[in-house]
């Protein structure tokens, strides 16, 4: 849970250099919802960096406000909100189902709603 919880620190800070610490060198990103800004898949360090300036570029403020965190040994959810604001601002419930391999992230997908995350890990509630 430190790695994703230090990932997302690292988001709302914008620092790049921070986030790719965690990063596998194979590491893919789908976005969910507004992040997906310039492709529906990012792969590799670069790409899923690019992805995320993209990102920022298109939106004044994007933050993320944990709510919940479940470790399940190899992969994580991060349940919580998204606060945003560019053109128009939103405030949603948002989830990111996360992968793991040797303490790095090899996989992270975004979900606009909690449920769609937890059935990705597969979870029922």
Do not use: C
Request: zero cysteines.
């Amino acid at each position: 849970m430190k790695v994703v919880r230090s990932l997302v620190q690292a988001f709302n800070q914008r620092d790049l250099a921070a986030m790719t610490e965690w990063f596998a060198p194979e590491v893919e990103w789908v976005p969910g919802g507004p992040a997906a800004v310039e492709q529906p898949i990012y792969r590799g360090r670069d790409e899923v960096t690019n992805g995320f300036t993209a990102t920022w570029e298109t939106w004044e403020v994007f933050r993320a406000e944990e709510s919940e965190i479940r470790d399940l040994g190899d992969s994580v959810v991060w349940l919580g909100r998204t606060r945003l604001r560019g053109h128009v601002e939103l405030d949603q419930e948002f989830a990111i189902h996360f992968q793991l391999r040797g303490g790095k992230i090899v996989r992270f997908r975004g979900f606009l709603k909690w449920q769609e995350a937890l059935e990705a890990a597969g979870l029922q509630e």
